[in-house]
């Protein structure tokens, strides 16, 4: 296996990435608050301490190197959480801030409502139709292989998502290829667009049919940094032989009252009264959760 050296970056405790998440809700909100469009909130709320935890912990890669061959590759799968990756890189030093608000989802921004490796450079894929970032991954992991390096292929996944069949397509290679340098992580935040998961899709057991297809499965409280660093330290290395899931219970709109699973908030967009109404609720629930 090949390896480059690679600067992964600043080691943050369980405290100082939860403060990071916060931070990461808060300048959503604030996004949220001045773009004149709608923004996938709720999706985004769901998934911000999944990606603090990957952005500035599990993920080895360096914002200064970004075509580093040794680097882990990210993959959104759920390409709609897009403005969330993109403040998660900034706050890890790849983009900036005030550019994502001064340009988010305006005509030939780099900043779309979906992410473009293009336009973006240090992004790995596009993506943004749902069910292709696993099939993706399954072939960047495969080329891993076939080149020998050792870094590992992460994607994050809808769980509504995985109600397509490309998806159970890209499991099952997953495992014939025994692509353990492969792990997706599933946002199972049991709500669709514009229903809750289980009315529409019979999702359960759902752990089940990932261990069906022969992969390793962690499930986690994925709004609990002390579980999702712990599930990260502990995967397998990548020169082994199984895939990991790690199936990550959370809410839609989590920290915000009234966007917490609320089908309303799947995508919107806030006012000024709004925005400060979210914010004072953000802040309400993290004082509530530190006590
Ligand atoms: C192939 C495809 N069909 C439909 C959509 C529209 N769409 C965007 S988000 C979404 C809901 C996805 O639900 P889930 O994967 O659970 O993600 P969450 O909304 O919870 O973030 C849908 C249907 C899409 N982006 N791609």
Redesign the pocket.
Known sequence: MTQTSLDSGPRHDVAELEDLAYELRRKLLELCGTYEGAV?I??DM?VADILTALFHHGLRIDPDDIRNPARDRFVLS?G??AVCMYIAMAMRGFFDYDDIVATYGQLDSAYGMHPCKVQLPGVEAST????HGLPLAVGMALGARHRREDHRVVTLL????TG?GSVWEAVMAGRSNKLGNLVAFV?R?R???TSF?EERVAFEPYPDKWRAFGWNVIEIDGHDMSQLVGAIDALPAPDSDTPTVIICETV?GKGVDFMERNLAW?AGSLGKEDLERALASLEASREKETV
């Open positions: 996938h709720g999706g769901s759920k709609h959480a943004g139709s749902l069910g809808g769980d509504g998502e397509e946002d935040n709500q669709l667009m998961a839609k799947h």
